[in-house]
């Protein structure tokens, strides 16, 4: 039987989390990007009969007035994932915070889990997808896991989750105590044939 596939993707947790898994200390910026149409494709073709649906990507957005280089390949990057796939990939966005200290300080996202866990929820409950793929080591978003466990009992789980496993280290993935959530741990082999190594500061 078919399942439609969601994945939500936790950009900048996936991309600090490829970084430290599987680059170098002083790897370029671009190192640790994933093509999330491709990820995702990689991810639901991990469920038994899965087909992809979606992917929605949560990610900051930087200020155009304090930030432009930044702002600018930003929207290279996001434009070029949302054009991808038919429609399949949604980019999410919220306003950085930037602190009195910038640039001393780097910007932080604000309200981006927030409203990953809120569709994550909202979604698989109202059952717009099967199975929910949560691609984060945030803890903060453990209690959107337990909501879904709550809101769609089964056997297997309607959420899923993925992190990347790098040799020798243990993966960052999310868990609930007492539930059992089926895993995606993703090789460095996995994560190369995802990697997007396009630099977006440089405009074309």
Not at 148 to 169: F, K, N, Q, S, Y
Request: aromatic share 6%; proline share 6%.
């Amino acid at each position: 039987m078919s399942q439609r596939v969601v994945v939500f993707l936790d950009y900048q947790n996936v991309y600090h989390r490829a970084r430290d898994a599987f680059c170098a200390r002083d790897a370029a910026a671009r190192e640790g990007q994933v093509d999330p149409l491709a990820l995702g494709h990689l991810l639901a073709g991990r469920v038994p009969g899965g087909r992809l649906a979606g992917v929605r990507v949560y990610r900051g957005r930087p200020s155009r007035r304090r930030d432009s280089r930044s702002y600018a390949a930003y929207r290279r990057q996001t434009a070029r994932q949302a054009s991808r796939g038919g429609g399949l990939v949604t980019v999410i966005s919220r306003d950085l915070r930037y602190p009195r200290e910038w640039p001393g300080r780097s910007a932080q996202e604000k309200g981006i889990d927030v409203a990953l866990a809120v569709d994550f929820v909202m979604m698989v409950a109202r059952r717009e997808c099967d199975v929910g793929i949560l691609f984060s080591s945030d803890t903060d978003l453990v209690p959107a896991l337990e909501a879904v466990l709550a809101l769609r009992p089964g056997d297997p789980p309607a959420c899923e989750v993925a992190a990347w496993a790098a040799p020798g280290t243990r993966p960052r993935s999310l868990s609930v105590r007492r539930a059992s959530i089926r895993r995606h741990l993703l090789s460095e082999a996995e994560y190369r044939a995802v990697a997007d190594p396009t630099d977006y500061t440089l405009s074309r």
